[in-house]
């Protein structure tokens, strides 16, 4: 069974959504996602409003999500971990323990653009449009993540 792991800052916002969408796209019994942060702000909280909103747009429900921390032990855990931005890949990297570690981390975008590292933006401090705009990256990153883990 491959796992993958999606990560952001606080696990509200980005990282659910790209949870949920990946899920909705692979065999559950092939391919396990979960998500975590970089930060422990938001910790055993539901996801934002904003995300379960358009998720659940988009027929997704993610409201019984718990926000939790990156940690060490993710390493062993997953075999892809898919970071939304450039300060949540040095975070994660900042915990690495060695080269096998190193390689699991991805920029997620970089999956539509390779070697750009450009990043899923924050939609905590923006409006609806942010989420949806997120909503909408992440969907196609996970496409193309889907297909590679088939």
Sequence with gaps: ????????????CRSPLAEAILQ?????????VDSA????????????????EIAAKFG???????????EVRNF?????????DKSNYQNV?????DKNDVLKV??????????KNLEVPDPYYGGDQGFKN??????EACDVIAKQLQ
């Excluded at 990297?93 to 323990?97: M, P, S, V």
């Design 60 to 70: 997704l429900d993610i409201h019984k999500q718990k926000a939790r921390t990156f």
């Design 93 to 97: 990297l900042e915990l690495a323990r």
């Design 134 to 139: 997120v909503y909408n990256m992440l969907d």
């Design 106 to 115: 991805k920029m997620i975008l970089n999956e539509l653009h390779p070697n």
């Design 37 to 52: 942060g970089t930060a422990d702000y938001h910790t055993g909280k539901q996801p934002d409003i904003r995300s379960i």
């Design 76 to 84: 062993d855990t997953f075999d892809h971990i898919y970071v939304m």
């Design 1 to 12: 069974m491959k796992k993958v792991l999606m990560v952001c800052l606080g696990n509200i």
């Design 24 to 32: 909705s796209k692979v065999n559950s019994k092939e391919i396990v």
